[in-house]
């Protein structure tokens, strides 16, 4: 056996749009990705879109959207990828690392208020492998403290929390379709708000500045119109727009996420049915995969690092997400107190969770976990 962590789910489909595009010889910023930006305002439910290039870039335009001075401070989760704490770094602004709830992995409201002080400006809540963050208090909080909120939505698309779909509780929402996520454009993000002006100006900064993006103007069609090529620039801009072929990936993998979602789920509660009875083996999160859409499935056991060598000789990839971000060689600058996740870390192991995985492979996994339990219980 030989079964990978993650895999996207890509076919014959995605091809047809890409070829189309093709046929088009328009391969960058262009139609397609105003179509998938509409397309997936309407999943959503929400008024705004912008697709840029990554998950990263969309979290650094949605925080750069509120010109907070430089040295401000922003929450965020001390598990996460380096990317939610980056964001406020390439802002001038500095990452405050929050520990997480013991359970649900996602930010932990005790230590928001013990962390929190006068010159924090924004909480970047992650919904750790889809885990949803406890909205309904953070947004009171936020609201309270007068802090901006930003969702880190790059491990889950689609879930409803308490009413409202994940990425619509903060004022801005943050999506990845890098290709191991819930649905993939290669590399790829979505920036969603359902307040339009807040986010309008990204459009421009999404693609350096410039107020006039190359299929505007290669469509302006007055024929008196002599300066049809001219632009202007008004701020600082990134070159973080998505192109045509992603977006053209994007069309067709939004139509099959909840099929995907519903597989992924699928997938988890054989997971939890077959280990429900481990001693030295649990799952990692709460799941409940009837509810939520997950994007990765692990486990917690004490002896992380034999279970990781025992299902890697037979064929099994296994990961750790995350090295909690205070104890990272770049984030140490910025080291406090996280005692929950510098424990809990160490127990982690992401677990193989992809549409693709078959039956005999998942039983296969369990059967392995099991084995390693009776062996290191005796
Ligand atoms: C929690 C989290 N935020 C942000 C990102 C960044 O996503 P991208 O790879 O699309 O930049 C990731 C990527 O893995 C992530 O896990």
């Known amino acids: 056996m030989n079964i990978r962590l993650f895999a996207p789910h890509l076919g014959e489909e995605e091809l047809k749009e890409i070829r189309d595009s093709f046929s088009k010889s328009w391969v960058g910023l262009g139609k397609k990705v105003a179509i998938f930006e509409n397309d997936f305002s309407k999943y959503l439910n929400c008024k705004s879109s912008i697709g840029v290039n990554s998950a990263t870039a969309a979290l650094h335009l949605a925080l750069s959207v509120y010109r907070f001075p430089a040295g401000k401070k922003v929450l965020v989760p001390n598990i996460t990828f380096a990317s939610t704490a980056f964001a406020p770094v390439y802002n001038g602004l500095e990452p405050v690392f929050v520990d997480v709830n013991e359970d649900d992995v996602t930010i932990s409201l005790s230590d928001l208020e013990k962390k929190y002080d006068k010159d924090c400006a924004a909480i970047l809540p992650v919904h750790y492998g889809g885990q949803p963050a406890h909205m309904d208090i953070i947004t009171d909080f936020a609201k309270a403290k007068n802090l901006k909120v930003i969702e880190d939505c790059a491990h889950t698309i689609g879930t409803d929390y308490k009413g409202k779909k994940l990425g619509l509780w903060g004022d801005i929402g943050c999506f990845s379709f890098e290709e191991k996520k819930a649905m993939t454009t290669g590399d790829g993000g979505m920036i969603c708000s359902n307040n339009s002006e807040l986010i309008e100006g990204l459009k421009s900064k999404r693609w350096l500045g410039i107020d ?63 280990i429900k009875d481990l001693k030295s083996i649990k799952p990692i999160l709460p799941f409940e995969p009837g509810k ?79 084995e390693f339990e009776r062996a290191n219980l005796l």
């Open 212 to 274: 006039k993006d190359t299929w505007k103007r290669a469509n302006s069609s007055a024929e008196d119109d002599a300066r049809h090529w001219y632009y202007d620039i008004n701020e600082l801009g990134y070159k973080y727009n998505m192109n045509d072929l992603s977006a053209s990936i994007g069309i067709v993998q939004l139509r099959k996420l909840n099929e995907m979602n519903k597989k992924r789920s699928e997938i988890i509660t054989k997971y939890l049915s077959g």
């Open 292 to 370: 939520y859409s997950y994007w990765l499935f692990g486990v917690r056991c004490d002896k992380r690092d034999e279970l990781i060598k025992y299902l890697k000789k037979d064929g099994i990839a296994t990961g750790v997400h995350y090295v909690p971000l205070n104890i990272v060689n770049y984030f140490k600058q910025w080291y406090s107190k996280c005692e929950i996740s510098e424990k809990i870390w160490k127990t982690f192991v992401t677990l193989p969770l992809h549409v693709q995985l078959t039956d005999n492979e998942i039983n296969y996994v369990i059967e392995k976990l099991t």
